[in-house]
């Protein structure tokens, strides 16, 4: 087995290789991303996703047998530059199914996301088949990429395979342009400052998942039996959904004096638009799919770990 990972550097991307690494060995996860990190990352390489010969000598060259494909550029950011977005997001992918096809790879994973719902999509409880109309073009290329993956599965028989993450919340990496960053973000700024000014309303609603559920998701989806996986568009998944208010009164449960003001900004647009809450039935119907993580359990780990990386960087 020999693995590709895109997009190596982001919030999940730089967790979801130490986690392959950890179950593959180091030497059979090859990060990738458009600029080297800044810490040791080896086995590494440098990847402009829409460079499709570089995709092509690097499958070759490494025997590459799965890709997890995450490079993208994410909702908020992705508003700045539409057209950019679209040609990354979507031709990126179809690069990656393509080249699977021709040589045969063995797996390919796409995270999807909470942003291909849109007003036609039921905000509480959403199913994993309902109307699907996203209002950004982050949400439009994913849910197009759904429908590419399953399209290719379909006609080709790609082993292709897909997670619609909700807001993903983790310490060991900084998120990177998202709707749902504050819920990383407020507690950083809880443990620093004591303050957090926060860009949604005090009552936005949104589905969340901690990153070691969202790992664990991943990898279980990936590991399960292919005659289990009946979805290959995009599998609802969740951990729990909570308001910023919420997240602010769990945080004051280590912190006391913590406080917040809140000062909406053009994400809340986009946050209102997606589902409150998810259903993920399908999942834990088909490969057993179980969160271990609650708003309290998620808060009282995320400042645990906090607070020790602050200690080290203090010393």
Known sequence: MSILVTGANGQIGTILTRTLRKIYGKEQVIASDIIRPNYDDDPFLMLDILNVQRIREIIEDFEITEIYHLAAILSANGEWNPLKTWNVNLNGLLSILDLAREYKLEKVFFPSTIAVHGSTTPKVDTPQDAPLLPGTVYGMSKLAGENWCNYYHQRYDL?????????????????????????????????????????????????????????????????????????????????????????????????????????????????????????????????????????????????????????????
């Open 159 to 315: 082993d292709v395979r897909s997670l619609r993450y909700p807001g993903i919340i983790g310490h060991d990496s900084l998120p990177g342009g998202g709707t749902t960053d504050y819920a990383v973000e407020i507690f950083y700024a809880a443990l620093q400052q004591g303050h957090y000014t926060c860009f949604l309303r005090p009552d936005t609603r949104l589905p969340m998942m901690y990153m070691d559920d969202a790992m664990r998701a991943t990898t279980e989806l990936m590991a399960a039996n292919s005659s289990k996986i009946s979805n290959r568009t995009g599998y609802n998944v969740t951990g729990m959904s909570f308001t910023p208010l919420e997240l602010a009164e769990a945080i004051r449960q280590h912190i006391p004096n913590f406080s917040i003001d809140y000062k909406p900004d053009f994400r809340q647009a986009i946050a209102d638009s997606w589902s409150q809450s998810i259903d993920d039935t399908k999942a834990r119907q088909d490969w057993g799919w179980q969160p271990e993580y609650n708003l309290e359990k998620m808060t009282a780990d995320m400042i645990f770990y906090l607070n020790q990386s602050i200690k080290i960087k203090a010393n």
